[in-house]
């Protein structure tokens, strides 16, 4: 630190935190009613004062000043409950891939595998181009962002899903956004808050998104709902697990819930009075249960990854030690798990990747992390190296392949060879490489032949 500083370590984070010195006895008694309360929903209900934005969103769409993208019967959707008993539909098919910058960067084998199930499934998608990050990670981690971006790139992408039909001579609203990655999905749904409660905010960004072309009718596209990826595996358990072909009954799963998928705007996760009592979000433990695999509950379930954004930047010493002594070592120590399952990005890679730091000091435990999605593939007989892709995972999941008796070591030899026909350009594809499309404004249909 230079002389400036004083000598203050400065961190980003304000004061310094404080040994509180507590005796074991006294800690105990400070987590007690927090230990008490997390496990109910009331630690999400007992709130002043929770309200429905959707009922905004139709009346502002009655005023004729806003249009809203709906989910119809064509999407085949299906009806949940969300935390309050409030009903959620999540469409099935003809759904828009948003993808997800960290899964396509860090974790392939996540959305792989989901476009893998859909194959299966005969689901109806379309995984185009004309797509952008949703920049949430910038401004949960920098402060650099603003609402009004935030705003313009989620209203930008969701009309994109909206005329992205258009390349097939379908009508607008044809494909129905499925959003990959949980920190998008929190954004989006904080944003979409934003815009219905403030006509100012609406305003500036109908200018920037008129200059962009991003408009219908002159006003902005607002979705019916914004739906995770986890929703959709979530209502199509069933249909899953009848494409179940490996024997996943002795396998000791732990769930770990993204922050951003049930803490932030709580009041749209989904639960289910018969998952886990209802008190726990219902989203990957529901597909996990499906499956036949045994969800085992652990303490620090609550708990946060330890990426929380600003962490990972500033403290990443903080975020690795909190993943594996509040996460990872509980769930092996105290569950016994054999994985643990997530259904967010970020959560997914500071879980999986930062196992091997705790084993440079000393802290040799070892747990498989991988998604709910890429669970379900391997289980429905998905190949775990050119699929699920796990080779990618930092975590060691030999053991758990062994143990539910997948043939990792022929997979890994098949898939070496098929490395050398990528090589000479033979690679497999995932769907119709014609898919691979752009349908924005200005596009024009290219001529038969």
Request: with cysteine; aromatic share 8%.
């Amino acid at each position: 630190m230079s002389d400036s500083n004083c000598g203050e370590r400065l961190t980003g984070h304000g004061a310094e935190w404080n040994n509180a010195n507590l005796s074991p006895e006294d800690a105990r008694a400070a987590t007690a009613w927090v230990e008490a309360r997390v496990d109910k929903r009331s630690m999400l209900t007992d709130k002043d004062r929770v309200e429905d934005v959707r009922d905004i969103m139709w009346q502002l769409e009655k005023d004729g000043e806003i249009v809203v993208h709906r989910i119809k019967d064509e999407h085949q959707p299906k009806t949940v409950k969300t935390l309050f008993g409030w009903d959620k539909r999540v469409p099935t098919t003809q759904l828009w891939h948003h993808k997800s910058c960290g899964q396509c960067g860090n974790i392939p084998g996540y959305p792989a595998s989901l476009l893998w199930l859909q194959n299966r499934l005969g689901t109806s998608y379309l995984d185009e181009t004309d797509q952008t990050s949703c920049t949430a990670w910038n401004y949960h981690g920098s402060g650099i962002g603003n609402v009004e971006s935030l705003a313009a790139v989620f209203l930008r992408n969701f009309h994109q899903a909206y005329v992205s039909g258009k390349s097939q001579g379908l009508d607008d609203g044809h494909f129905y956004p499925l959003v990959h990655c949980g920190t998008s999905f929190g954004n989006y749904k904080e944003i979409r808050g934003f815009l219905l409660h403030s006509a100012e905010l609406r305003e500036r960004v109908t200018k920037i998104l008129g200059k962009l072309g991003r408009l219908v009718d002159g006003k902005l596209l607002i979705p019916e709902e914004i739906v995770h990826y986890s929703e959709w595996l979530h209502v199509m358990r069933p249909e899953i697990n009848d494409m179940r072909k490996v024997d996943m009954s002795g396998v000791r799963a732990t769930i770990h819930p993204a922050c951003h998928v049930y803490k932030m705007i709580p009041e749209d996760a989904i639960y289910d009075d018969d998952i886990l009592e209802g008190n726990r979000v219902a989203v990957s433990t529901g597909i996990i249960q499906a499956l036949g695999a045994q969800v085992i509950d652990y303490s620090t379930w609550y708990d946060c990854c330890g990426f929380g954004f600003r962490h990972i930047i500033s403290e990443r010493e903080f975020t690795r030690s909190f993943a594996i002594d509040r996460k990872i070592k509980v769930a092996v120590e105290e569950a016994q798990a054999d994985v643990m399952i997530g259904h967010d990005t970020g959560c997914i890679t500071t879980l999986d990747k930062n196992q091997w730091i705790g084993q440079a000091v000393g802290k040799n435990v070892s747990l498989p992390v991988m998604a709910d999605c890429q669970f379900a593939a391997l289980a429905c007989g998905a190949d775990p190296y050119k699929i699920v892709q796990l080779h990618w995972h930092a975590s060691a999941f030999e053991g758990l392949l062994d143990k539910v008796g997948i043939d990792w070591k022929k997979s890994k030899m098949e898939f070496e060879a098929y490395l050398e026909e990528v090589k000479q350009g033979k690679g497999e594809q995932l769907y119709d490489p014609r898919l691979r499309i752009t349908s924005g404004p200005g596009f024009q249909k290219p001529s038969a032949g």
